[in-house]
């Protein structure tokens, strides 16, 4: 199932229709829970939930839009003078604009049994809910940020990771090409439907798993029409995919690498085994390539080749934190790549 993004409910337009729901569940809190003499009733009822109401949400808003950003900015002195400025008014001012709207339901509704909010004690209440207050909005504005900061960070590491695919795959092509080989038009049309998923279908946070599979199929018959037929290439998926989401082009990463790197020793056939399965909302995806242990990459290619590895290490970190296990072995004649996530 698709995460819901809870963070659009406090940001944009919504977090006024959020604000304005939160205080109607407060206002019928009060009346399911009875906090109010048990003579009133009706409209008089109302008049007194509804002070009540006010008398959480005027302290918080003041806090949250006079004290706490002079906080943030870090300017004590200014936000301890505000405050004491706010508990004053608040204090004193407060009791006489709620005996007002008292007065004003009085005339409407015609309501005699008004309370006379002076004979209540509000230094506490004002104190409490103006720290209450405080301590929730900044603690809901850093979950923002954060949020907001790990999404701008995974753009980035795909944005990195889409031109590195496409880098290697143009290259590709463009051997062909010049070889003039009769498999271009077949590799043109693989590239067409791995783009098409790339740029349109991975703009969400999370895809169908179906999708994710199919587009490493796609990459894997590509690479077929592209290699020799001495290389054995195994694709393996099992397991029930419905209903499950994954995030997009994370495990391209790992079978990418595969191809990139593998080969085999003189006499020896070059292999890639990639088994992916779904078992019980767990994903594992299994990647074994051949190398030459005779073989001894450039510098420079190590260095290239190890940036999709971390930028999908980056992104496992982010998007599953606590909820992978990903295991990189290297033996003397083979690769492996092994990935664990837990899925919900």
Not at 227 to 235: A, E, G, N, T, Y
Request: proline letters at 4%.
């Amino acid at each position: 199932m698709k995460a819901f993004d809870w963070t659009r409910l406090f940001t944009g337009p919504r977090r006024i229709y959020t604000q304005l729901l939160f205080w109607v569940i407060v206002f019928f809190l009060y009346i399911l829970l009875k906090e109010y003499p048990q003579r009133m009733s009706g409209m008089t009822l109302v008049c007194l939930v509804l002070q009540e109401t006010l008398e959480l949400a005027i302290p918080s808003y003041s806090q949250n839009l006079l004290v706490l950003p002079l906080l943030q900015r870090r300017q004590w002195l200014a936000a301890g003078i505000v405050y004491l400025l706010q508990l004053a008014i608040l204090i004193n001012g407060l009791p006489l604009l709620l005996n007002g709207i008292g007065r004003l339901f009085g005339i409407v509704f015609h309501i005699t049994d008004i309370v006379d909010w002076r004979d209540q004690h509000f230094a506490f209440t004002m104190v409490a809910f103006t720290i209450m207050a405080a301590f929730t909005k900044a603690g809901l504005d850093r979950l923002i940020r954060d949020k907001q900061q790990r999404e701008n960070e995974l753009k980035h590491l795909k944005a990195q990771l889409n031109p590195h695919f496409l880098f290697n795959t143009l290259n590709n092509l463009y051997g062909l090409s010049v070889a003039g080989s009769k498999k271009l038009p077949g590799l043109m049309l693989k590239l067409s439907d791995l783009l098409r998923y790339s740029l349109y279908d991975t703009n969400q946070h999370y895809v169908a798993m179906q999708k994710e599979v199919d587009y490493i199929a796609n990459y894997v018959e590509l690479e077929k029409i592209r290699l020799s037929d001495r290389s054995h290439i195994q694709l393996r998926v099992e397991g029930d995919r419905s209903e499950q989401y994954v995030a997009p082009l994370l495990m391209i990463v790992f079978v990418e690498n595969a191809f990139k790197h593998f080969s085999a020793s003189a006499g020896q056939s070059p292999f890639i085994h990639i088994l992916l399965t779904v078992k019980d909302s767990k994903l594992r995806l299994n990647v074994k390539n051949s190398v030459d242990p005779e073989f001894i990459p450039p510098p420079s290619n190590k260095k290239k080749g190890g940036l999709g590895l971390e930028n999908a290490r980056q992104r496992l970190k982010l998007i599953y934190p606590g909820q992978h296990e990903l295991t990189i072995k290297k033996s003397m004649d083979a690769f492996e790549t092994d990935l664990t996530i837990q899925l919900t």
